[in-house]
């Protein structure tokens, strides 16, 4: 592992909302809606954070999107390395003189990587186990599913997103709110709120407030199907609300009748709706429709 003797005792001088401004100023960098970019001027915000993520010296942490640095430097005090990945190429330049800036001590445990976390195909050095990051509000679900399958040495971790999306990630089947992200993000692992987070403390203050949600990894279900065809049925059940799973399958099925004999087969109601059926369900369904289509 990575532990670095005394690294808790090293306290770093956090941002605050002028040191975030002075450093924009600076770097000529003004956040873009585009990119989702809402940076954190609160201090005790990203305290609460990584004590919430509950990462410690063992850890290396996956950051992605660390903008200006806020939440990188709160990491640096309590873990032993940090891989920030940052697509803004200013930005990721930028971050390790800020690091060397406002916590010396920590400068060497600190890797960045200019990139795309969408597009991202490895993360280079030792495999990080836990994710904590501020993620961009525009691509939150998509990058935090992309990451929990490409890399599955992250055993933990805690993101910050949209209260709405926190809600959908964590919802579980019957809320209202349940649904593809619900779903896709539990083939990997088990998540649930683990707070609120006022818009006041972030620049710009976005128009919505926002949550955490922490998350910690277990074994896919067992299927005989591939994930993606399990994905597959979801998003097809999802992609028109309240359909019953009759009329949202008929399409991949080749008909109505098709999708009602695979449902029946997979001992699911066919005027059952996606809302209510589990992830052990739409395996169930993912597996049938294999059988009963070919």
């Known amino acids: 592992m990575c532990r670095v ?12 909302a002028a040191d975030v ?6 770097l000529s960098v003004t956040p873009t809606k585009k990119r989702g970019q809402n940076f954190v001027i609160d201090a005790n915000t990203v305290r609460r954070i990584v004590r919430s993520s509950g990462v410690g010296p063992d850890d290396i942490v996956l950051e992605v999107g660390p903008g200006l640095g806020s939440l990188t430097l709160a990491l640096l005090e309590r873990v032993g390395r940090v891989v920030a990945v940052e697509v803004d190429a200013t930005l990721a330049a930028a971050l390790p003189d800020t690091v060397h800036e406002f916590a010396p001590e920590h400068a060497d445990r600190l890797d960045v990587v200019h990139a795309d976390a969408l597009r991202i195909h490895s993360i280079p050095g030792v495999p990080p186990t836990a994710l904590v990051a501020n993620l961009p509000y525009n691509i939150s679900v998509p990058v935090l599913l992309h990451l929990m399958e490409l890399v599955p040495s992250v055993r933990h971790g805690l993101v910050l ?7 959908r990630l964590a919802a579980p089947p019957g809320s209202r709110v349940y649904g593809v992200p619900s779903l896709k993000s539990a083939w990997y692992a088990d998540l649930r709120l683990a707070g609120k987070v006022s818009r006041s403390v972030f620049w710009p203050a976005p128009n919505v407030d926002s949550a955490l949600v922490s998350w910690t990894r277990r074994d896919p279900p067992v299927a005989t199907v591939s994930r993606d065809a399990v994905f597959a049925v979801i998003d097809a059940a999802f992609a028109q609300r309240r359909k019953t799973m009759r009329a949202a399958l008929s399409g991949i099925a080749g008909s109505a009748p098709a999708a009602e004999a695979v449902l029946v087969a997979a001992g699911i109601s066919p005027q059952a709706r996606g809302e209510s059926l589990g992830l052990p369900a739409f395996v169930s369904v993912a597996e049938a429709l294999r059988e009963v289509t070919g």
């Open 5 to 16: 003797a005394g690294a808790a005792h090293l306290t770093p001088r956090l941002l605050g």
């Open 161 to 167: 997103v949209q209260s709405e999306v926190a809600a």
């Open 21 to 26: 401004r002075e450093l924009a100023a600076r």
